[in-house]
């Protein structure tokens, strides 16, 4: 009885201890030279998904900044996978890039497909006169 | 059949406690009655006899048969062996050797009641160990920016950003303008006035050099969208006020270095403090709104910032 006691006893530290140092979620991956932060999400009305994503860049100018790239995923068994739905870059979309300022905001619609859920990859992007700098930024899924 | 000489003189096959009296057999033979006890006696002190001096070549087989025999007939065996009553007989023939195995691991047995002191002891050092440790964890998380009990706060040497929360926050009721319009202010007290917010948002001190900002507010699906940029290069200062939806929580991943990240609590809020490089960021949370302040200015000019949103008019 004792010797389960102690057991149980350090078992339930093992766990604190542990807990107490949480993991990374999967929104981000590295660290950047040219951003200060970013966000994104996407949205569902009437079927119809919106993709907004947020860059502020470190300094206040930047000749280009915004998203480059905008990669789309839908689900059709409620997330538990999820295959490639579409593409939506910059040179095709210009609102997805904004110019000459720190801030951007980027938002791009598309039709879903009712009860099927999106997800995207949001490349965030910052540019100046001597290079760029490109952070992927993914989103949680959403319900169309 | 040879005669066998009769001889009541001793029993080679019981033993004794090693204290008192010879007792009866353990094992293999069956108590006889008592005349064939030393018949038996007699015949077999007659067998070890002959065995122990007969000489190779003239042992007699014939003999030997009838000798155990004989002794068979006067104390015959049991036909099975009972392994559990001979186990038993042992633990009565020699009780005060599983006496002392008794007194040393049996539970019942009374204990000093210095042993009894120090087993309590060192069970309640366990306890408390665990219980400190349990705190101190709670403590380092909380050290850590880790808030338990609302948002967690997370960083890595890169980044910083909240996740998952409390399942209900307050919500916004309604906003005064349609989504997607775009509004410029003149300050950031017009722009939190406009769009309703009474909590105390807006700093009264900012970073030397900075005596205008480029105020503007939105509304977006996820709600108000409030953000201020001073025109300088040098410090580069930004205020920003993002609402969030209470499922997905403060969504805004903010970069660091590797630089430690400091939590200051000034009233009831934590707001978190990261360096990037030169650049300094705080964020915290006021009920579903992210706020956010960057500069390239001192962690100490961000303090008093941060101070100064709180001060009292």
């Keep these: 009885m004792r010797k389960r006691l102690k057991k149980a006893t350090l078992l339930i530290f093992a766990i604190c201890l542990l807990s107490s140092f949480s993991s990374v979620s999967a929104a981000v991956m590295r660290s950047s030279d040219y951003m200060q932060s970013y966000s994104a999400y996407l949205t569902s009305k009437g079927g119809q998904v919106s993709v907004y994503a947020t860059v502020t860049g470190r300094n206040n100018y930047y000749p280009k900044i915004g998203t480059s790239t905008i990669l789309i995923y839908e689900s059709t068994n409620n997330g538990k996978t999820f295959s490639y739905y579409g593409i939506y870059e910059s040179e095709d979309y210009p609102s997805m890039m904004g110019s000459g300022g720190r801030y951007s905001q980027v938002a791009i619609s598309f039709p879903g497909t009712r009860g099927n859920q999106y997800k995207a990859t949001v490349y965030c992007y910052a540019e100046d006169n001597t290079s760029s700098e490109e952070i992927a930024y993914y989103t949680s899924a959403i319900t169309a | 059949m040879a005669e066998f000489l009769r001889d009541p003189q001793n029993s080679e096959i019981s033993g004794t406690n090693g204290i008192g009296e010879a007792e009866e057999p353990i094992q293999g033979h069956a108590i006889v009655d008592p005349p064939n006890n030393h018949l038996y006696s007699e ?254 200015i001192t962690q100490d000019e961000m303090i008093k910032i941060i101070d100064s949103i709180y001060e009292v008019v």
């Design chain 2, 43 to 296: 015949v077999l002190r007659e067998f070890t006899d002959w065995y122990f001096s007969v000489s190779p070549e003239d042992f007699d087989e014939e003999l030997l048969d009838a000798y155990l025999e004989e002794m068979d007939n006067l104390s015959p065996m049991e036909g099975s062996f009972d392994s559990q009553a001979s186990l038993e007989k042992f633990h009565e023939r020699f009780p005060s050797l599983f006496d002392i195995q008794k007194e040393l691991y049996n539970p019942d047995v009374p204990q000093s009641p210095e042993s009894k002191r120090h087993r309590h002891f060192r069970r309640l050092i366990v306890i408390a160990a665990t219980i400190a440790a349990m705190i101190a964890t709670m403590i380092s998380a909380q050290a850590f920016g880790i808030d338990v009990f609302g948002f967690f706060a997370k960083w890595t040497d890169d980044i910083f950003f909240f996740e998952d929360g409390p399942e209900m926050l307050e919500k916004s009721e309604g906003h005064p303008f349609p989504e997607g319009e775009v509004i410029q202010f003149e300050t950031i007290e017009d722009a939190l006035a406009a769009f309703r917010i009474e909590e105390p948002l807006a700093p009264k001190s900012y970073p030397n050099g900075i005596t205008t900002l480029n105020v503007t507010g939105c509304v977006t699906p996820h709600g108000i969208d409030i953000y201020a940029f001073s025109d300088d290069d040098e410090i580069a200062f930004k205020i920003s006020f993002s609402e969030f939806l209470a499922q997905d929580g403060p969504i805004s991943v903010i970069e660091k270095d590797e630089e430690k990240t400091w939590s200051y609590t000034k009233g009831t809020h934590v707001h978190y403090i990261v360096v990037d490089d030169g650049l300094c960021t705080a964020t915290w949370l006021v009920n579903n709104i992210q706020c956010i302040i960057s500069g390239f």
